[in-house]
């Protein structure tokens, strides 16, 4: 049996419950979600990207630094955002 594992985030003085991928090449935000946290000012350049299906894409944009905290642990993270609504999304770095 799949399990998968979600905590609660803080990002942007909001709670957001999010799937942890401790395989992960690089963490996503959706762009619905960037816009709902109301930092889509942050989300700055392009990127291309291989899916797990090997289909090139190309992100929204890149977010540096964005401060999230989970409990008592306060981190600094970049996020990738993505325009999607497939939540299954793996995404290898296209040198």
């Known amino acids: 049996m799949n399990k998968t594992l979600h905590l609660f985030v803080g990002i942007n003085n909001y709670i957001v419950e999010r799937l942890v991928d401790i395989g992960a090449l690089m963490s996503v935000l959706v762009i619905a979600t960037v816009k709902e946290l109301g930092i889509m000012q942050l989300v700055i350049g392009f990127e291309s990207y291989k899916t797990a299906s090997c289909v090139v894409t190309q992100t929204l944009g890149r977010i540096e630094g964005l401060p ?28």
């Open 68 to 95: 999230i905290w989970i409990g008592e642990i306060n981190y600094n993270m970049v996020f990738m955002g993505v325009d999607t609504n497939n939540y299954n999304v793996y995404w290898d770095l296209i040198s």
